[in-house]
């Protein structure tokens, strides 16, 4: 499989303002999987780190959990006015039904006025994706303020009758909102995609997540590192001068693997995947309120956000942080 591709620095006029987040009330404990199959809770800790997973309620889709998201988002940082959105970008693999969007009926909801409203289908590297479109129309004059969303109902695709992936997924939503600015966060970006290696993680005929998990293990240990170093040479930076790692959280373990391989620190690695599970596109900005919310998150500290899943894609972002901290 190819390595991913190196991608110069780019001018950016983009920086994140706002955050919020949202998972379901319901959750799934590993006693729970224990049983639905054989297993136990010792056996999925020791391989995934995950201890449980949220589920939507059977009438909460994934367009409700991303609303729940914004309006979170909304409430904490209320000199955020709708009116003033010109963009929502979704990034989701589950979303309610092939069309209308869930970003048109999130635009609806919070009563966003004129604005694009796009899904975005690049499963667990979307939101950074996202992210990186949104900078995209920022810096072509056009918009100012896009809110930039990550939302899954993976349960509702996940076979519980499967003891490979039914440890795994979980639902949640997080959002942020982009903006223009006078000097720009947005450091490098990096993407790639080995389409040669799609059949590793696909919805099945039945409409379930089927995954070779060992094989996803050995191409993201081989390529994730390089896209991250990659993210930080672009701008002359260090591994050592990272303040914060953000990757996909699909497993801890892979997480610690990725970090050994780059020599960085375990906990300067930022997860959501112990109390949420793999939530795919939702991840990393669960990941990010969470740690925004435990007051880890400071002005001016270099954040790498990386995503990484079926496709097999891969997307990175090198920023600035430069949302303070709510008093």
Excluded at 78 to 85: N, V
Excluded at 184 to 196: E, H, K, P, Q, V
Excluded at 244 to 267: D, G, K
């Amino acid at each position: 499989m190819t390595q991913t591709s190196k991608f110069p620095a780019f001018a950016s006029n983009s920086h994140i303002t706002a955050i919020g987040s949202y998972v379901p009330e319901k959750t799934i404990t590993n006693s729970d999987i224990e049983k639905l199959v054989d297993t136990d809770n010792d056996w999925i800790v020791r391989r995934t780190g995950i201890e449980q997973r949220h589920q939507a309620a059977s009438d909460q889709l994934t367009s409700h959990l991303a609303i729940a998201a914004v309006r979170d988002m909304l409430s904490r940082f209320p000199d955020i006015f709708p009116q003033d959105i010109d963009g929502i970008l979704v990034a989701t693999t589950t979303a309610d039904r092939p069309f209308p969007s869930v970003a048109s009926q999130v635009q609806e909801a919070i009563g966003a006025t004129k604005c694009l409203a796009v899904d975005v289908s690049a499963a667990c590297a979307g939101f950074v994706t996202a992210l990186q479109m949104a900078n995209g129309l920022i810096l072509t004059g056009a918009y100012r303020k896009i809110v930039v969303i990550g939302a899954e109902t993976l349960t509702r695709i996940t076979d519980y009758t499967d003891r490979s992936t039914c440890i795994l997924f979980g639902d949640g939503a997080g959002a942020v909102l982009v903006e223009a600015a006078a000097k720009g966060a947005f450091l490098s970006s990096n993407a790639s995609t080995d389409g040669s290696g799609g059949i590793q993680v696909y919805i099945n005929d039945s409409q379930y997540i089927v995954q070779n998990g060992r094989e996803v293990y050995k191409w993201a240990l081989t390529t994730v590192p390089n896209g991250v170093l990659d993210l930080l040479q672009a701008v002359g930076k260090r591994i050592d001068e990272l303040d914060w790692f953000v990757p996909h959280s699909a497993n801890l373990r892979m997480i610690e693997a990725i970090c050994e391989r780059l020599e960085l620190p375990p906990e300067k690695a930022l997860e959501s995947v112990v109390r949420n599970g793999n939530t795919s596109a939702a991840s990393i900005p669960l990941a990010l309120d969470a740690a925004y919310k435990e007051g880890k998150l400071n002005s001016g500290q270099l954040i790498a956000l990386y995503g990484f899943g079926s496709g097999l894609t891969q997307s990175g972002l090198l920023l600035r942080w430069t949302l303070e901290q709510k008093v």
